[in-house]
């Protein structure tokens, strides 16, 4: 991995200043790593039409070669030139969330690099809501690999500090637009096979999508023995150095706090909703009842939770409905909870 001096660069979420735009895209244009805020997390992203310059992702994240990266775009018709074809029910799909945090894994094109697709026969799209994220792909005049800009297996960055923090000295910029607003990685669907799969729950919940594709086949990490079609979906993923143990109930939590402070043991909570009425847990955050924003808070307070220096985190789970069903996911993968 070449060493390299990482600059930190201010920009407006919504109007960033072109010159600064400018600048960024030249450096991906010449093979460089630029990581970029999207509306689901920050991505690290390099030109996609060059291998040596997605290798270089590989080599600074120590990402295992056999995971592929999602390749974005900043308008519909350039996914064209990236897939084999392009099937009608992608267009439907683009047409209603593109651009937005769906991302759809199809044929590749013979042209597209395999370091991008891992060697397999397919790719992944998407076309971010995010000014900084367009206007970095529009100037660039290139598609952009990126995968969340963050070493490999440990939790997305949702600002630019938590991507310094780990990503410092490996890259050469990062371009700061503050907090993104999704908070977790994109839903990504295959629309390779016989009948379209969700692979990674996420914003987009799948009641949404199968209003357009009808039933979604769904293949989730606890399916421990089925082939994983997307090595993303390794069961500890997302996760925190801080150990993270799912509990069911508040009663639960509280169980299991009394029994590890009795140990010596320094615990925090992410309460679902509200705190347990009378335990007197010594740090505890009552995360929101709502799936949105529940999702938009998550990786933060984990990083500050890793910032606090705790031996446990205990999380109350939010229900088990289709709703909560992309929190639960990134929450049981930050765990790797026996049993869940
Ligand atoms: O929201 C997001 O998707 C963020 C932002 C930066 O766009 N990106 C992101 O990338 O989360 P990454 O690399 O951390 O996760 C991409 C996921 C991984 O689980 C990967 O295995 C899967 O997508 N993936 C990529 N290409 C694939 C392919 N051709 N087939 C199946 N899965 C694929
Ligand atoms: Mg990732």
Redesign the pocket.
């Known amino acids: 991995m070449i060493k390299r001096t990482t600059e930190i660069w201010k920009v407006d979420p919504n109007q960033p200043d072109p010159a600064i735009i400018a600048k960024a895209a030249a450096i991906i244009r010449s093979g460089g790593l630029v990581a970029f805020p ?1 509306e ?4 690290l992203g390099a030109n996609a039409l060059e291998a040596e310059a997605v290798a270089a992702i590989y080599a600074a994240k120590g990402r295992p070669a056999n ?4 390749v ?1 775009i900043a308008k519909t018709t350039d996914a064209a030139a990236l897939v084999k074809e392009w099937p009608t029910t992608a267009q439907f799909l683009a047409d209603r969330f593109w651009p937005g ?1 769906l ?1 759809m ?1 199809l044929p590749r094109s013979e042209r597209v690099s395999d370091i991008i ?1 891992a060697g ?1 026969p ?3 799209v ?1 076309y ?1 809501d995010h000014a900084v994220a367009q206007a970095l792909i529009r100037a660039a005049g290139v598609p952009i690999a ?4 963050n070493r490999s297996s440990e939790l ?1 960055p949702t600002r630019a500090e938590h991507v310094a923090k780990t990503l410092n000295g490996r890259i050469d910029v990062i371009l700061d637009a503050g907090p993104t607003q999704a908070g977790i ?2 839903t ?1 669907i ?1 629309l390779s096979g016989p009948l379209p799969r969700l ?2 729950p ?1 914003p987009i919940p799948p009641s949404e999508i199968e209003a357009i594709v009808g039933h979604l086949l769904r293949l989730l990490p606890q399916d421990e023995s089925a082939v994983l ?5 390794l069961a500890r993923h997302y996760a925190p150095r801080t150990p993270v143990r799912c509990c069911k109930s508040k009663t639960e939590v509280v169980e299991r706090d009394i029994e590890l402070t009795r140990n010596g043991r320094k615990t925090v909570v992410l309460w679902f909703g509200c705190k347990h009425a009378d335990s007197d847990v010594a740090l505890g955050v009552a995360m929101p009842d709502n799936p949105d924003r529940y999702a938009e808070d998550l990786y933060w307070v984990l990083h500050e939770m890793d910032r606090y220096g705790a031996d446990q985190i205990l999380v109350e789970l939010p229900p088990d409905t289709d709703e909560w069903l992309a929190v639960r996911d990134r929450l049981k993968r930050a765990s790797s909870t026996p049993g869940l």
């Not at 689901?40 to 991505?43: A, E, I, L």
């Not at 995971?67 to 999602?70: A, C, L, T």
């Not at 990126?146 to 800009?149: F, N």
């Open positions: 999207t689901t997390v920050y991505g995971n592929p990266v999602i974005h945090p991302t894994v697709t397999g397919t790719i992944a998407r971010p990126a995968p969340s800009a997305s990685e994109s990504v295959d692979l990674r996420g079609p997307s090595p993303g979906m």
